[in-house]
């Protein structure tokens, strides 16, 4: 590299700590909540949680948030992998309403069964066949595993246009000419997933569809909105014995957390970043901030500007 080179790059990345710090400072009270790491070296990116899904009444960033940055840091990037165990058809299924179900799935109500419908039709991204989803619904009432019918039962509908702070962090990266870098690879978190207890899969299917469902959701986008992320892992941990919730958190967070550090650590070194992830995995004494701040970094708490 030459002189001038590196030059222009320190230039680049004190203009990028520079713009976080003003950023940070210039946030209002109803600014949304992300984490500031800064490396031994005086680095400093951003690491922000999502919830993956639009979900009303979350604060999102404002697309400048992404400017300077080197690095746009995900979970994984492309179709995820699903497993084959979990496409795999019941053993024995029984005849419930003329329809055959798996013995998991027969106490689903027909309510129930209505909102699982809603809720897949109303995150499709082109014009839906009702008749073709609750064909694809009913497949998936006879398999052998109920995760295929959870993934779809947590994604609640939200008002019509709404995007989900992945949608709408990546259009801002792909504005400022960033590719998601990620810290695993589909094979990966599917092998992970292949490792939860079948009964967590059970459980979170009955939470997401009781009539509690969408309070908690509005407990976690309020969790988002003041920082409060812990209140993620309290969810699991509380959890009754024997619902799998408590492998899941092991399996699927702090597994995953420690697998993804000497990548993330990388990244954080070579430059700004901005690191989206699972809300989840900020969370508690084993989450990234913890981690890495006992790897040296400096973790402090700072509000982003929201969008309008």
């Not at 992404?66 to 994984?76: I, P």
């Not at 070579?270 to 701040?293: C, D, I, K, N, T």
Request: aromatic share 6%; with cysteine; net charge neutral.
């Amino acid at each position: 590299m030459t002189y001038s080179a590196g030059v222009s790059k320190i230039f680049r990345l004190s203009m990028w700590c520079a713009g976080l710090a003003l950023l940070a400072n210039s946030a209002s009270a109803a600014g949304v909540p992300a984490f500031l790491v800064t490396t031994p070296g005086g680095v400093s990116s951003v690491l922000m949680g999502t919830l993956h899904v639009p979900a009303a009444g979350m604060r999102q960033p404002a697309d400048q948030v992404m400017k300077g940055a080197r690095h746009f840091v995900v979970e994984q990037a492309g179709a995820p992998e699903i497993g084959r165990r979990f496409a795999v058809p019941a053993e024995t299924t029984v005849t419930v309403g003329g329809q055959p179900r798996a013995d998991w799935a027969r106490a689903l109500s027909t309510a129930q069964q209505a909102t699982l419908l809603e809720r897949a039709q109303c995150h499709a991204t082109a014009p839906v066949d009702p008749a073709a989803t609750r064909r694809v619904l009913d497949f998936m009432l006879t398999r052998q595993s109920a995760m295929l019918l959870q993934s779809t039962a947590i994604s609640y509908c939200a008002p019509p246009g709404l995007k989900s702070r992945d949608l709408l962090m990546q259009e801002a990266a792909a504005a400022a000419g960033l590719v998601p870098e990620p810290l695993e690879t589909a094979a990966a978190v599917a092998a992970q997933r292949d490792l939860v207890p079948e009964a967590y899969w059970r459980h979170s299917l009955g939470v997401a569809l009781s009539a509690d469902g969408p309070a908690m959701l509005r407990d976690v986008v309020g969790a988002f909105n003041r920082g409060g992320l812990d209140m993620l892992q309290d969810l699991f941990l509380q959890a009754p014995p024997g619902s799998g919730a408590a492998e899941h958190w092991e399996v699927m967070v702090d597994q995953r957390n420690r697998a993804w550090l000497p990548k993330l650590r990388q990244l954080l070194d070579e430059g700004p970043s901005f690191v989206l992830v699972g809300g989840a995995h900020l969370a508690g004494p084993g989450g990234l901030p913890a981690r890495l701040q006992a790897a040296g970094y400096r973790v402090t708490r700072v509000e982003l500007p929201a969008r309008p």
